[in-house]
């Protein structure tokens, strides 16, 4: 079952809004899923702090979408983004065999009007979502905050 939430950091020196399952490695087996893969999107209307914008928040949440739909069914899952300096950075973590240039392609099919870069390297520890996804002392203390006074 997923937990979805979000908080704000700071991400090699820049103001970073973080959203991450954050049950993702007992949801998904890192033995079954060593391979880390990302696209990244440039914002089309950055904040000056490097977030997103209201006026672009429609146009993002169809994109996700388009994200989600496309991979259903695979072995790949979508574990978090973070949004910092004007770009969207989604991370997926799948198996070493598939074939993420395929999916980009439908995605970017889906809306091509977005500046995008993809890759992908092996990360079958998940460093990417223990040292930079997953909030600290402070991230946490964000999330139980909002959850209380919902």
């Keep these: 079952m997923s937990d979805w939430n979000y908080y704000q950091a700071n991400v090699n020196?820049?103001?970073?809004?973080?959203?991450?399952?954050?049950?993702?490695k007992e949801e998904y087996s890192q033995q079954?899923?060593?391979?880390?893969?990302?696209?990244?999107?440039?914002?089309?209307?950055?904040?000056?702090?490097?977030?997103?914008?209201?006026?672009?928040f429609d146009a993002l949440c169809e994109y996700e979408d388009i994200i989600d739909e496309h991979i259903k069914g695979l072995p790949i899952h979508l574990v978090g983004r973070i949004t910092t300096n004007g770009?969207?950075?989604?991370?997926?973590?799948?198996?070493?065999?598939?074939?993420f240039e395929t999916l980009v392609e439908a995605?970017?099919?889906?809306?091509?009007?977005?500046?995008?870069?993809?890759?992908?390297?092996?990360?079958?520890?998940?460093?990417?979502y223990d040292d930079v996804l997953y909030p600290e002392e402070q991230g946490l203390k964000q999330i139980f905050e909002r959850a209380e006074n919902a």
């Design 32 to 56: 079954e899923y060593p391979k880390l893969f990302w696209l990244f999107i440039r914002l089309k209307v950055a904040r000056d702090d490097g977030l997103s914008h209201d006026d672009e």
């Design 87 to 99: 770009m969207r950075k989604f991370y997926f973590y799948g198996n070493d065999n598939f074939k």
């Design 107 to 128: 995605i970017v099919d889906g809306d091509s009007s977005y500046q995008y870069q993809s890759g992908s390297k092996d990360d079958s520890n998940w460093s990417q």
């Design 13 to 24: 020196d820049r103001l970073a809004s973080i959203y991450l399952d954050l049950e993702a």
